[in-house]
């Protein structure tokens, strides 16, 4: 008896992986290649980047390991190679194969942690503010406008200032990443509230909305309960779409001065230190980090692309 | 007194181009365990009115008047967390389209279960016990699967069912259906009416019903209010208004079934349309689309253009009618005299 039960269940109610396997979602990427190859790229560079301390042959943070006699070495496919360094050294003696894979951890950190900042607040406002509307409203959306003027330099520039004059450069320094992650937070929430304000409101209107209340359940459990996961496929487009600008915001800042130290380089900040030697000769110190900065972030736009494309139903094609 | 009583409800929408008025001087009561159908046409503020029962109301709409009571305590003058405990708890709504209702990305289990504990302190162990037990009250095939599954997995009956399960869960004493089988197949309808009015019947619950199907009111309630732009037109019990419609509107309604019209004839269909709110005719809402605005003597009869109809009682049903009123009073004359 319990075993028929138990087998009519499981026919009945598939597994998550079946469903997955059932799902538009998996019949969209098997047959999308580029997809495919950019989820491949993407996936590689993220456990490249955070297996760093296994993969790099260099601790780039370790001053004891760094030889300034041995800078600005060429990458092997260039005469007056070191086969030690195959991607050659930055101006500073460091390997540039090992500070390109710490960088890219740097880089990622600051970009998904900004990115779980900006959908934190974002998400919390534009629910607020689509579902209880008027004042609240109101008044969420004319600060998500003022955030908006406000450039992400601008906001960079003003609490970089505010932490180093506080609290010393030491500190500021000591904490670049999370400074970096609440400065890009921080710049770039409105975008999530305004998109996630929109869908609520879209949603807000239909009869389960009615139903949950009829059935007498508070508000804040009705928004974060009922609203919010109707209104996931948006946050999730522009969430790819938002780590790859907050990974590009944090390069910029870097390459200005205003982000990561060299000491402790990102990304950007490795194109801004190559960048004095380009005339010397040395284009390898900016063009190396530079081309993973550009894969990282087409292959994150092209994802977005797709699922886009996945989760949007008037492209369905089914 | 009543289990909920309603007296001279008055709701209106601060609209941009004035207030309009949705409601007006509604009141009615209705018993424990009582049926009561809400009929008229689509914008005679049905819904609204089930809407304004809980204090549901949307902005910009709002309760400018009138008491909605219910066990004692006047619903439009409670607390938002005093209200909470009587909606879906003591007093529960089914909707119209069963496809809209059921939250997509929650499972049936979860949407239950969720119910039950926001009124009770229970765990989630025992509101699956009672949600399942609900599940087989409206005799849905194979219970235990549904609660696992998403509204999308299920047939439009089968999400009906489940949401007359979830108005059932907590057993409440009243149930406000707004047109439960309209979204369905007319075979479905039914059964899920058949099975609605069985489940009143057994647990002893109050239901009112909003409709715009003569036929399904006059099987299932007892008593019924005819609504025509936002007033109560008509209402006493059924049998009798069905069988005796006094207000030409409600005549109207009952001529224009096609069981009433001729094989190969048009349907009798009342002529005009629905006023908009925001403009209503003077006097009474429905004289512009009325046939007997005219006396027997072939004048037409002013008061209809100038005063609105106050209710006349006229055997065991309330009639705001001036054609019904000047015939009682005829009749009432001609017995005094004989």
């Known amino acids: 008896m319990s075993t028929t039960n138990n087998s009519s269940q499981a026919s009945a109610s598939p597994s998550r992986w079946e469903r997955l396997r059932d799902s538009y979602m998996w019949y969209s990427f098997k047959r999308d290649y580029t997809a495919q190859l950019c989820l491949a790229v993407f996936i590689c560079m993220v456990i490249a980047a955070f297996a760093s301390p296994l993969l790099a042959p260099t601790n780039p943070y370790d001053l004891s390991q760094i030889d300034i006699m041995s800078s600005e070495l060429p990458p092997f496919w260039i005469d007056g190679a070191d086969d030690r360094y195959a991607l050659g050294t930055d101006a500073q003696g460091r390997d540039l194969w090992s500070v390109v894979l710490y960088g890219t951890r740097v880089s990622l950190l600051i970009g998904f942690g900004a990115v779980i900042l900006q959908a934190l607040i974002g998400v919390t406002f534009g629910l607020m503010a689509g579902y209880l509307g008027g004042r609240v409203d109101t008044i969420l959306m004319r600060l998500a406008d003022i955030q908006l003027s406000f450039s992400t330099l601008m906001v960079a520039i003003v609490v970089g200032a505010l932490v180093k004059a506080t609290m010393g450069s030491a500190f500021y320094s000591q904490y670049a990443v999370m400074m970096l992650i609440l400065i890009i937070g921080l710049a770039e929430w409105p975008q999530y509230a305004r998109t996630v304000r929109a869908s609520v409101l879209a949603e807000k209107n239909k009869e389960y909305v009615d139903a949950a209340r009829v059935m007498g359940l508070r508000s804040k459990r009705i928004m974060f309960r009922h609203v919010l996961p109707n209104t996931m496929s948006p946050i999730f487009v522009i969430s790819t779409v938002q780590i790859a600008n907050a990974i590009i915001s944090e390069a910029a800042l870097s390459f200005l001065g205003l982000g990561m130290p060299e000491t402790h380089p990102s990304l950007g900040s490795l194109i801004k230190s190559g960048f004095d030697y380009i005339q010397s000769g040395s284009w390898w110190i900016t063009l190396i980090p530079g081309a993973v900065l550009v894969v990282l972030v087409l292959s994150i736009n092209l994802l977005g692309d797709w699922l886009r494309d996945v989760m949007n139903p008037r492209l369905y094609k089914g | ?338």
């Open chain 2, 1 to 338: 007194m009543a289990l909920l009583e309603v007296n001279n409800l008055d709701v209106r929408f601060a609209l941009r181009q004035g207030e309009v008025h949705a409601l007006r001087d509604i009141c009615f009561s209705l018993e424990r365990g009582e049926r009561l159908g809400i009929v008229g046409e689509s914008g005679a503020g049905k819904s609204v009115a089930a809407f304004s029962l809980l204090n549901l109301i949307a902005k910009p709409g709002f309760i400018a008047g009138g008491t909605v009571t219910f066990d004692g305590q006047v619903l439009n003058r409670m607390s938002e967390r005093g209200l909470r405990k009587v909606r879906g708890n003591r007093v529960s709504m089914i909707f119209q389209d069963p496809m809209m209702t059921l939250n997509p990305v929650l499972s049936i289990g979860e949407q239950m279960v969720e119910c039950l504990k926001a009124h009770r302190r229970i765990s989630s162990k025992e509101a699956r016990a009672i949600a399942l037990d609900k599940l087989q009250q409206v005799q849905i095939p194979s219970p235990e699967t549904r609660l696992d599954q998403y509204p999308h997995e299920l047939s439009g009956g089968m999400r009906q069912r489940i949401i007359i399960a979830i108005a059932l869960l907590l057993d409440p004493d009243i149930i406000i259906a707004d047109e439960p089988t309209t979204a369905l197949d007319v075979t479905i309808q039914a059964e899920i009416m058949a099975l609605l009015l069985d489940l009143c019947e057994q647990h002893n619950v109050g239901l009112i019903l909003i409709t715009h199907d003569l036929g399904v009111v006059s099987q299932v309630t007892q008593r019924m209010l005819v609504m025509y732009a936002g007033r109560v037109i008509e209402q006493g019990p059924t049998r009798e208004i069905i069988n005796d419609p006094q207000h030409p509107y409600t005549q109207g309604l009952i001529n224009a079934l096609p069981q009433m019209a001729t094989p190969g004839e048009k349907l009798n269909q009342i002529r005009g349309s629905m006023p908009s709110l925001s403009n209503l005719p003077s006097g009474c809402a429905f004289h512009p689309r009325c046939d007997f605005i005219n006396r027997a003597d072939g004048q037409p009869r002013p008061a209809c253009t100038q005063q609105v109809p106050e209710f006349v009682e006229s055997g065991n049903c309330r009639v705001a009618c001036h054609m019904v009123a000047e015939m009682l009073e005829d009749r009432r004359l001609k017995e005094e005299t004989s």
